[in-house]
Nanobody, 125 residues
């Protein structure tokens, strides 16, 4: 059984930074792309960032490009999301996701096999 456990969320002022982590277990996860999605109150869940199976290729939503950085450590079965220059509009529940495919861009389009339970990020103005 695959498990994805997020951590690192919290309350931060606008302009601040947070680093999210997602520890994955329960399968041959190195063969799959991983990523982050978020859902704000009253809005649909949206793609944030993806990283391919190797960790070499990344893909971002336009809204976070240049501010967020996704990375993965396959030895630790963990992915990270470094979030800088945070804005109140980044406030959401952030979910880790195991993609159906191996590509970073495919995290957005290929569907998700497993979700984490989410970690809350709140950015105050």
């Amino acid at each position: 059984q695959v498990q994805l456990v997020e951590s690192g969320g919290g309350l931060v002022q606008a302009g601040g930074s947070l680093r999210l982590s997602c520890a994955a277990s329960g399968g041959i996860l190195n063969n799959y792309a991983l990523g982050w999605f978020r859902q704000a109150p009253g809005k649909e869940r949206e793609f944030v960032a993806g990283v391919d199976w190797s960790g070499d290729i990344t893909h971002y939503a336009d809204s976070v490009k240049g501010r967020f950085t996704i990375s993965r450590d396959n030895a630790m079965n963990t992915i990270y999301l470094q979030m800088n220059s945070l804005k109140p509009g980044d406030t959401a529940l952030y979910y880790c996701a195991l993609s159906r495919g191996r590509t970073a861009q495919g995290v957005r389009t290929n569907g998700v096999l497993f979700w984490g339970q989410g970690t809350q990020v709140t950015v105050s103005s």
